[in-house]
């Protein structure tokens, strides 16, 4: 294998868990300004979401180039493809913590109410579960990627019992219905953004494999 | 170009239409039994996902053969890396509307409610989106493209006037909030389905112009 081609891979690797980084430090500062209701810094993680958007655009650029030049086969082909999957969903789960962050404003508006939920837990499991995928990643660590999607139904149950605790909240308090569909929305931005580090993992496991487990087929 | 290449390529094309027809099929179904509160319905669109599944990884396997054997370079590259994206945006299409199905068995549980939110607009709007982007895909029409982006605000506002709606019922209706978080839910899963089709369509014209407007600078 050229050597270039070996410093190109090792470039993407670079990037993509450069990328990595960035999104999971956005998805920490997102669910911080919803503990503190803090809606400046709220903001701050919906306007520097273009940075996310970009480093994305130069991790598939960077794919395609190497694509393009030194046209790989077999797993090298298939980690390019998943670098480019993988890369899709980070993105996404940038967009998750934008999402999160949108609902700040309206927490902070209702710094009255009493009920909180603790999101601390589902966050940090999440976070864990976006570390595990990408280190798995770029381990090529099967075994890693696997314990990830263990952990998703772990924040699936949390989320259920958040839907069920909020849902009674509810009708306790009719008249901040309103703020209580907020913190339920955030519970599931943070369960989507499991979901896709979830879908990372799978991916490792199914370039690691060349099979398919993507699908609950293990 | 090689007469087999373009025959492939020909066959990649038909197979991503076959599975966004098989898709947009599902969604109608799944639309058509929230509104006929029909469980029984609603199970089949379940039960029968694997097959979403199962037609994700032959496309994807037919595009890897393809980059493996013929090593593609430029707008083909770029067109091949397209639809194994595109290809991940319908299998999540599919997921949606199991979501979607799945709201049915509690809807099912409260024929008296007499609370109804008329999800054919948005569901048309969202199908309509999810034709017109693989239309833009196969026939490399940009201007195409460019007006899924744009219904895709149109669902967007339908969304938002679900959430003022159903939130003033829920105030009325503290005994039947349960059901009125399903309705939210589906108007959701609705969302995000037409998001995954602005997906497919700014990845046509990404692919188009090799350049980025995925993120809105456009």
Redesign the interface.
């Known amino acids: 294998m050229a050597k270039i081609f070996i410093r190109e891979l090792d470039n993407i690797k670079k990037i993509i868990l450069s990328l990595g980084a960035m999104v999971e430090e956005r998805v920490r500062l997102a669910v911080a300004a919803v503990e503190s209701k803090d809606a400046k810094a709220a903001q701050r993680v919906i306007k520097t979401d273009?940075e996310i958007?970009?480093m994305e655009?130069e991790v598939?650029e960077a794919c395609?180039k190497v694509?393009?030049l030194h046209?790989p086969?077999?797993v090298d082909?298939?980690f390019l493809?998943a670098v480019?999957?993988i890369n899709?969903d980070l993105e996404r789960i940038g967009d998750q913590a934008v999402n999160i962050a949108q609902r700040v404003a309206v927490l902070a508006k209702h710094r009255d109410v009493n009920f909180e939920f603790d999101y601390t837990r589902m966050a940090e499991k999440a976070q864990t579960m976006l570390r595990m995928s990408l280190d798995a990643l770029v381990n090529l660590d099967e075994d890693l990627a696997l314990k990830v999607v263990t952990l998703d139904d772990e924040v699936d149950t949390i989320q259920r019992d958040a839907?069920d605790h909020i849902?009674s909240a509810?009708?306790e308090n009719?008249?901040k219905?309103?703020y209580m569909?907020n913190l339920?929305?955030i519970s599931?931005h943070l369960e989507r953004l499991a979901d896709h580090a979830t879908n990372i993992a799978e991916e490792v496991i199914y370039m690691i494999e060349g099979e398919?487990i993507?699908?609950g087929n293990y």
């Open positions: 273009y958007d970009e655009v598939e395609l694509l393009a046209q086969v077999a082909l298939r493809i480019i999957k899709n839907y849902k509810m009708k009719t008249d219905i309103g569909i339920l929305l599931r398919i993507r699908h």
